[in-house]
C-alpha cells in the first residue's frame, strides 16, 4: 500500500520502485528514464558532500515551465481565445542563482520572463534573463533607482513593466520617464474584493496592504491624462495570494479584475495585458480538495477557468482579449527540490521492564495502575483512558510533594506507558476507537532526530504549519512498524515535524523503520523548492546546507550541474559579525593561558588549536567520522 501517499503528491515526479526506493522521473508522466535517490545520495557523499543536503532536479523545474505553457496554449486555442499566455518567474519564490538561470533557460523557448519586486531582485532578473521576448514585471515599492535601472533596462531592449503598487509612485514614474525619455510601459495593482481562502487570503482583498484602490486607480488615470501619457497603462495587474486551494476563488478573482479592466479600456488606455498574479497551489498532501495544503484543481482546470473567465466577460463588451500574465512561482519550483537527511539517533517509546514485585508506598498508586494495566480490554477502554490519566497526573502530584520516590514515580511513568501500548494494540482491531483513545495512541511514538535544522530548512513548517510531504527514501519494501515524530538538532523544542500530510487530514506520526546497525536510515522532505531558501534562519548557528543539482539524461544517466558548499562554522560565525582573526587570536592567547595556569600540558596546545581551526572550517551540521 501506499503509506506514504506518494502517488497522489507525487505528481508522477517521484514514485516507489521495485527495490523499495524512492525514484525520480523527471520527465513526469512521460515515459522517460528514473534514478534512484538512494544512489544519489551515494554518490553525493562519495564526492564528499555530507547529509544534510537539499537536492536540486533541475529538468523538473522544465517540465513544471513546460507544462504550465503548454496547458495554457492548448486551452487558449480550445476556447479560441485571442490573445496569448506568457508567464513570469517571481524571483522571491527561489532567488538562488542556479534556480533564476534554469528558469530563463527552460523558459527560453515559451518567451517565459521574471517577476521582480525589489532592486536586488531585478538587477538580478535583468542579468539572467537575456531573452528580450520575455517580460519583467517590476512589482514592489520603487523608488528612483529602482524606476531608472528599469528604464536603463528598456532602452536596452526589455520589455519591462513598471507595476503601480501605491499611488506615490506614480509621479516619480512621469518624472523619471521625461528625464530619460522613455516611454515606460505601466501596470496597475489594485485591490481585488475577492479574497482567497488559505494561509496568504490577506495578500488579496480590500484590507490587503498591497495595491490601489478605485479612487486611487483613478487618480493615476487622471496623472496621466494631465501628463499626456494614457497610451502607457497597459497592464492590470492582481494577486490574491499564493496557494490558493479553491478554484472559484481563482475564476472570482479573475472576473472581478475583467470589469475593472473593461473601464481602463473605456477611460481610453490601450491595455492589452492582464497579470493574475501568483496563486496556483501545489497539492502538499496529495488529498486534491482545497484544504489549505492542497488545491481543489488541475492544472488544465486552472488555466481553462482563467481562459474562459476573460473572455466571458470581455467578450459582452466587444474587447480584445488581453496577453495573460500569471506570475507563479510556487508551482514551477517547488517539485524540484528534495531535502535530504540521515537519522543520527532514535529516542525509542519502550517502557523499561516492570518489576516483578510492585513495591510498597503509603498510597495505592503503583497497585492501581498495575491493576489498570492488567485488566484492559476493548470493553473497558474508556475507563482505561480515564483511569490512566488520572493516575498519570497523582504520580507527578505525588512525586511533587515528596510522597513518592524518583524509582516509583519511574515505575508509575512506565506503567503508564505500557497502557498506552496496550491501549493502542486493542484499538487495532476496534471498529470504532473512542476519542480518548484516539487521543493516546497519538501519543505513543518515538523521537527520530534528523540530521537538519528545521528554521534552516523547513522554515514554513515551523513559522505556518506548512505540510511538507516527509518520508523515507529507500527500505520501503520493508513494512515500517514504528510511529514517530522527527526531532532537527536545534536544541529548540520547536525544531520538530509532528504533522504530517494525510488525505483526510493532517497526521501527528508517521511510520518509520526501525534503525538497523550499520546501515544509513535516509529520510527526504519533498516539495521544498519554493520559499524555503532564503526564508531559512541561522537558529543555533546551523547555517545553509550543501546544495547539490543534477540534470538527468534520456538514457537515465545524470550529470551533477552544481555543487555548492554549505556553510562553515567560519561562514555562519561571520554571518553574526564575528572578525574570525579575532575569535582565532582570543583562542590562541585562551590556550597560552590554560598552559600559563595549569589547565592543559604545552604539548596539548596544538592538538587543542587544530581541533578548533577544523571545527571553523567544518560543516555546521552532524559530520560522520
Ligand atoms: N506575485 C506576487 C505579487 C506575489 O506576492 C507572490 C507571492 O506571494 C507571487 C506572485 C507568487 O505566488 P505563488 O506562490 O502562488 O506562486
Known amino acids: 500500500a501506499d503509506l506514504y501517499n506518494i502517488d497522489k503528491w507525487g505528481a508522477e515526479y517521484f514514485s516507489i520502485d521495485a527495490k523499495g526506493d524512492v525514484v525520480v522521473s523527471p520527465k513526469g508522466s512521460e515515459a522517460g528514464p528514473s534514478i534512484s535517490l538512494l544512489e544519489v545520495i551515494k554518490e553525493v557523499e562519495a564526492r564528499g558532500h555530507s547529509m ?119 509621479d516619480l514614474l512621469i518624472e523619471r520617464a521625461k528625464y530619460h525619455d522613455v516611454m515606460p510601459s505601466i ?50 495587474h492582481y494577486h490574491i495570494g499564493s496557494q490558493i486551494p479553491d478554484i472559484s476563488d481563482i475564476r472570482a478573482g479573475a472576473m472581478e479584475a475583467c470589469r475593472l479592466y473593461e473601464e481602463l479600456v473605456k477611460e481610453g488606455a490601450p491595455m492589452g495585458y492582464l497579470d493574475l498574479g501568483g496563486g496556483l497551489a501545489v497539492d502538499y498532501d496529495g488529498s486534491n480538495t482545497n484544504s489549505q495544503s492542497s488545491r481543489n484543481y488541475t492544472m488544465v482546470e486552472y488555466c481553462s477557468d482563467i481562459v474562459e473567465s476573460i473572455s466571458t466577460v470581455l467578450d459582452k463588451h466587444d474587447i480584445p482579449h488581453p496577453t495573460i500574465i500569471t506570475e507563479s512561482g510556487r508551482a514551477i519550483v517547488a517539485y524540484s527540490s528534495v531535502l535530504l537527511f540521515n537519522i543520527l539517533d532514535v529516542s525509542a517509546f519502550e517502557p523499561s521492564e516492570l518489576p516483578k514485585r510492585i513495591p510498597e508506598t503509603q498510597n495505592d498508586l503503583l497497585e492501581n495502575l498495575m491493576l489498570t494495566y492488567t485488566m484492559v480490554s476493548e470493553k473497558n477502554i474508556q475507563e482505561t483512558c480515564n483511569d490512566t490519566l488520572f493516575y498519570r497526573t497523582q504520580a507527578r502530584q505525588l512525586f511533587k510533594h515528596g510522597q513518592i520516590s524518583i524509582r516509583q514515580r519511574a ?81 529548540d ?7 504530517f500530510p494525510d488525505i ?37 548557528l546551523f547555517g545553509d546546507t550543501n546544495v547539490v543539482s543534477i540534470h538527468v ?73
Open 52 to 170: 544534510p543536503v537539499l537536492l536540486r532536479i533541475e529538468n523538473i523545474l522544465g517540465s513544471q515551465i513546460r507544462l504550465l505553457n503548454e496547458t495554457f496554449r492548448s486551452v487558449i486555442t480550445q476556447y479560441d481565445y485571442k490573445g496569448e499566455y506568457k508567464g513570469v518567474f517571481p524571483v522571491k519564490v527561489n532567488q538562488q542563482e542556479h534556480v533564476v538561470e534554469a528558469v530563463a533557460e527552460f523558459g527560453a523557448e515559451f518567451n517565459h520572463g521574471l517577476e521582480a519586486g525589489s532592486k536586488s531582485e531585478l538587477i538580478a532578473a535583468i542579468s539572467m534573463l537575456g531573452n528580450r521576448d520575455a517580460f519583467i514585471i517590476c512589482n514592489g515599492y520603487k523608488d528612483e533607482e529602482f524606476i531608472d535601472l528599469g528604464l536603463y533596462a528598456v532602452r536596452m531592449g526589455y520589455q519591462i513593466f513598471f507595476v503601480v503598487e501605491v499611488p506615490g509612485e506614480i
Open 187 to 236: 501596470g496597475l495593482r489594485i485591490k481585488l474584493a475577492t479574497q482567497a481562502e488559505g494561509k496568504w487570503s490577506e495578500s488579496g482583498g480590500e484590507s490587503s496592504v498591497f495595491g490601489l484602490t478605485m479612487s486611487h486607480v483613478v487618480e493615476v488615470i487622471d496623472r496621466l491624462l494631465e501628463e499626456e501619457m494614457l497610451d502607457s497603462l497597459k497592464l492590470l
Open 411 to 491: 515505575i508509575a511513568e512506565s506503567l503508564v506507558q505500557h497502557i498506552f501500548i496496550k491501549i493502542r494494540e486493542i484499538s487495532k482491531t476496534m471498529p470504532h476507537i473512542p476519542r480518548d483513545a484516539q487521543e493516546i495512541i497519538k501519543l505513543v511514538y518515538d523521537i527520530y532526530y534528523g540530521n537538519f535544522s528545521l528554521f534552516q530548512s523547513l522554515p514554513d513548517v515551523w513559522a505556518i504549519d506548512q505540510l511538507m510531504p516527509t518520508m523515507p527514501i529507500h527500505r520501503l519494501g520493508e513494512e515500517p512498524t514504528r510511529p514517530a515524530i522527527i526531532s532537527d538538532i536545534t536544541c
Open 493 to 499: 523544542c520547536d525544531g520538530k515535524i509532528d504533522k
Open 504 to 540: 483526510a487530514q493532517p497526521k501527528k506520526s508517521i511510520l518509520l523503520h526501525p534503525l538497523k546497525e550499520d546501515e544509513e536510515y535516509y529520510l527526504g522532505v519533498f516539495l521544498v523548492g519554493a520559499y524555503q531558501e532564503t526564508l531559512g534562519d541561522l537558529h543555533n
Open 553 to 625: 539524461n534520456d538514457d537515465g544517466s545524470y550529470n551533477f550541474s552544481k555543487e555548492i558548499e554549505g556553510d562553515s562554522v567560519e561562514d555562519v560565525l561571520s554571518y553574526v559579525e564575528y572578525d574570525l582573526k579575532a575569535v582565532r587570536s582570543r583562542l590562541k592567547a585562551l590556550a597560552e593561558d590554560s598552559i600559563k595556569k595549569g589547565y592543559i600540558k604545552p604539548r596539548e596546545r596544538k592538538t587543542i588549536l587544530r581541533a578548533f581551526e577544523e571545527g571553523l572550517r567544518g560543516y555546521t551540521y552532524f559530520e560522520k567520522e
